[in-house]
Each structure stands twice: as structure tokens, then as C-alpha cells.
């Protein structure tokens, strides 16, 4: 089956500039996570949906960084007021919620660069 | 603190030998998982084998194993009969719930291994 979807694959923008990725996770999975690799901070967490629930955006870099998700299915994060900082690439995992293991399947992620 | 060591940045390996990549983790809470991925040069993170805290045994996917010693907080993973396709970037990573329903990931730095011919 198809497994997690994200585009683009790769976004270049100017400092300032608002960006937005997504993130199509495999049907069926309730659980949908954002991880944000750097070279500097290696694979950090950013932001967590289940279902209908609030997100969990206790991992969130600061207020510039905003996520949703829509009809339970597809998800957006959008980061406003980019940085060079921001420049890093951005994962998607998402899994079935089911018992243990609870396995996450990541995407193939999204290369943000800021000039 | 660390949650996640892994203390080897780089291994080399020759092609048809077994090769353990080091993990060392740290909590507190009883409940917990361990997964390992592996990332190649593409970049996308797949999933390779899991072992759960209560579990008793060692898990194992195929030609990969975990070494799970669960006093000494350490979970390395064993890849048998190297195959140069081994070669990518390794990741150990734990899984934590105290309560909620965020099974978020904490990955270690991941290991470089590179499988020679």
C-alpha cells in the first residue's frame, strides 16, 4: 500500500518568506507527527495530532512554526517568517495508534533551505 | 542529559560479517519502546525492529537483532551477514508514555556504518 506522502520534496525561499509543506499520511493511521532534522540538533520532535484530539505542540521551535490538520487525513505546517535557521529537513510519521509497538512510518521528507 | 547515546559515529564492516551498532538509553518511566531506523543516502526513515520494555525476549527481523539488556539500559542492534544495500545512517530511538497519548520519538545522534566489499 501507499506509504506516507509529503511535497515538496524539496523548497527553497528567501528569509522572510512564509512556507507551507505537507504531509499525506497512510490511511487509516490516527497518529500523525512532524520531526525537523538539523545537522546541529540531529532529529527533534515538533509537533503531534490524534484524531480529533489537540495537538501536541509542545515541541514547536517558536510562535513562527504553526501545524493542522485537516479532516483527520492531511497535514500542513506552515512556517512563517523564515530564517536560516529553519533551513533543515522536515519528516512525517505517522502510525495506526494501535497497541504496542505503535510502529511511526516516516515520509521522505521535505529539504527546506532559507537563503 | 542524553535519552539516546549512541557512541559510535562511524563503523566499518566488511561485507558478510555481523556488525553491532551501540545504544544507551536513559528514563525513568517503566514503560517504554526502542526502535531502531535505518536512513539511507535517499534520506527516508525506515523502520527496522522494536522491542518493548516488558517484552522478555530479544527481538529479531530477519537478519537483524536487538540485544536488549535491560539493567544496563542498552539496546544495540545486530545486523548478520552485512550486505553493501546495509550500508546508511542507523538510529536508535525510544518511545515514552507517562500517561498521555504522544508516543514521540527521542532518536539518538545515529551511526554511519558502511559495508565494504
Same mark, same amino acid.
Given at each position: 500500500?501507499?506509504?506516507?506522502?509529503? /511535497?515538496?520534496?524539496? &523548497? @527553497? !525561499?528567501? &528569509?522572510? &518568506?512564509?512556507?507551507?509543506?505537507?504531509?499525506?499520511?497512510? /490511511?487509516?493511521?490516527?497518529?500523525?507527527?512532524?520531526?525537523?532534522?538539523? $545537522?546541529?540538533?540531529? $532529529?527533534?520532535?515538533?509537533?503531534?495530532?490524534?484524531?480529533?484530539?489537540?495537538?501536541? &505542540?509542545?515541541?514547536?521551535?517558536?510562535?513562527?512554526?504553526?501545524?493542522?490538520?485537516?479532516?483527520?487525513? @492531511?497535514?500542513?505546517? !506552515?512556517?512563517?517568517?523564515?530564517?536560516?535557521?529553519? /533551513?533543515?529537513?522536515?519528516?512525517?510519521?505517522?502510525?495506526?495508534?494501535?497497541?504496542?509497538?505503535?510502529?511511526?512510518?516516516?515520509?521522505?521528507?521535505?529539504?527546506?533551505? @532559507?537563503? | 542529559?542524553?535519552?539516546?547515546?549512541?557512541?559510535?559515529?562511524?563503523?566499518? +564492516?566488511?561485507?558478510?560479517?555481523? +556488525?553491532?551498532? %551501540?545504544?544507551?538509553? %536513559?528514563?525513568? %518511566?517503566?514503560?517504554?519502546?526502542?526502535?531502531? #531506523? *535505518?536512513?539511507?543516502? =535517499?534520506?527516508?526513515?525506515?523502520?527496522?525492529? #522494536?522491542?518493548?520494555? #516488558?517484552?522478555?525476549?530479544?527481538?529479531?527481523?530477519?537478519? #537483524? =537483532?536487538?540485544?536488549?539488556? *535491560?539493567?544496563?539500559?542498552?539496546?544495540?542492534? +545486530?545486523?548478520?551477514?552485512?550486505?553493501?544495500? %546495509?550500508?546508511?545512517?542507523?538510529?536508535?530511538?525510544?518511545?515514552?508514555?507517562?500517561?498521555? =497519548?504522544?508516543? *514521540?520519538?527521542?532518536?539518538?545522534?545515529?551511526?554511519?556504518?558502511? +559495508?565494504?566489499?
Amino acid at each position: 500500500g501507499a506509504g506516507v506522502s509529503q /511535497s515538496p520534496s524539496n &523548497k @527553497v !525561499t528567501e &528569509k522572510g &518568506k512564509d512556507v507551507e509543506l505537507r504531509c499525506d499520511p497512510i /490511511s487509516g493511521h490516527t497518529a500523525l507527527y512532524w520531526y525537523r532534522q538539523s $545537522l546541529g540538533q540531529g $532529529l527533534e520532535f515538533l509537533i503531534y495530532f490524534q484524531g480529533n484530539s489537540a495537538p501536541d &505542540k509542545s515541541g514547536l521551535p517558536s510562535d513562527r512554526f504553526s501545524a493542522e490538520r485537516t479532516g483527520g487525513s @492531511v497535514s500542513t505546517l !506552515t512556517i512563517q517568517r523564515t530564517q536560516q535557521e529553519d /533551513s533543515a529537513v522536515y519528516l512525517c510519521a505517522s502510525s495506526p495508534r494501535t497497541a504496542p509497538p505503535d510502529t511511526q512510518y516516516f515520509g521522505p521528507g521535505t529539504r527546506l533551505t @532559507v537563503l | 542529559a542524553q535519552k539516546i547515546t549512541q557512541t559510535q559515529p562511524g563503523m566499518f +564492516v566488511q561485507e558478510k560479517e555481523a +556488525v553491532t551498532l %551501540d545504544c544507551t538509553y %536513559d528514563t525513568s %518511566d517503566p514503560s517504554y519502546g526502542l526502535f531502531w #531506523y *535505518k536512513q539511507p543516502s =535517499s534520506g527516508e526513515m525506515i523502520f527496522l525492529i #522494536y522491542q518493548g520494555s #516488558y517484552d522478555q525476549q530479544n527481538a529479531t527481523e530477519g537478519r #537483524y =537483532s536487538l540485544n536488549f539488556q *535491560k539493567a544496563r539500559k542498552s539496546a544495540n542492534l +545486530v545486523i548478520s551477514a552485512s550486505q553493501l544495500g %546495509d550500508s546508511a545512517m542507523y538510529f536508535c530511538a525510544m518511545s515514552e508514555n507517562s500517561g498521555g =497519548s504522544n508516543y *514521540k520519538l527521542t532518536f539518538g545522534k545515529g551511526t554511519l556504518l558502511t +559495508v565494504n566489499p
